[in-house]
């Protein structure tokens, strides 16, 4: 299993760093300081960067880091920092190994959030960027509801022990949702309860796993009665499947 520790950033972003013997990758670093201080910390050699998608809260730090670490590779979509001449552009299914430290990641397109977003997975681990939240998932901006739809479809086809490790902790507030939209989901309103005493502690609520999202993530529960009559009832049309119930979901908690 990957050591992975948690860098938080900026008001509500989590920069993930993953340790293998004095060398670290870091996913979606939005700024660099945190990152360095963490580095200098512990005696670390960065490695790698793996980024998801262009958005500044995701990639600010690159540019530093790279200059301070100028061995390092990064990894990310093909409009990702293009100008950065070590980039690394990824496709679906590309992998992304490491013999000397062990490890191999395999990289996932999952549009929706944006049209290039990409995830990386491999040894138990899902570093998901703003595609799949704990409860939620990522807003649509340059993606569709049906490419987003299908990009969480995919996700839950991983193992449900998964480490889940999205990039922003919004549990909460997602969780939240998933109440408004299934109250009588009792594995919903004690996973809320738990997170709630974790952010009361200043805690980190992620990782989760594929297993809690399936349970209590209404966007990967449109098959559910019960979400399907929430959707049915905060529209004016009929829908008439799924990818419909997601995307009536996402406008709904855009406008909460």
Not at 9 to 34: F, H, M, T
Request: charged share 20%; net charge negative.
């Amino acid at each position: 299993m990957l050591q992975v520790q948690t860098i938080p950033s900026r008001q509500d972003n989590y920069i993930w760093l993953i340790k293998q013997g004095d060398q670290a990758i870091v996913v979606d670093p939005g700024e660099s300081a945190p990152v360095i201080e963490r580095l200098r910390q512990q005696s670390l050699n960065l490695r790698a960067i793996f980024l998801t998608h262009h958005h500044h809260d995701h990639v600010d730090g690159v540019a530093a880091l790279s200059e301070l670490y100028p061995q390092c590779e990064v990894y990310g979509p093909k409009i990702t920092l293009s100008a950065v001449p070590q980039l690394k552009p990824m496709n679906d299914q590309d992998l992304i190994s490491f013999p000397d430290l062990g490890l191999t990641f395999t990289v996932w397109h999952t549009p929706g959030h944006t049209a290039e977003h990409i995830v990386f997975h491999s040894h138990g681990a899902l570093f998901c960027g703003d595609t799949l939240f704990s409860g939620g998932c990522g807003r649509l901006f340059t993606g569709t509801a049906e490419q987003l739809y299908n990009s969480l479809q995919r996700l839950t086809t991983l193992p449900e022990d998964t480490l889940v490790y999205p990039a922003h902790e919004y549990t909460y507030n997602n969780l939240s949702y998933c109440l408004l939209v299934e109250p009588d989901n009792m594995f919903t309103i004690k996973r809320i309860k738990e997170v709630s005493k974790l952010r009361q502690q200043g805690c980190p609520t992620l990782p989760s796993t594929i297993e809690i999202e399936k349970q209590s993530n209404v966007f990967l529960r449109t098959k559910m009665p019960s979400v399907a009559v929430f959707a049915q009832n905060s529209s004016n049309l009929y829908l008439e499947n799924e990818i419909q119930i997601f995307a009536i979901l996402r406008e709904k908690k855009n406008n909460l």
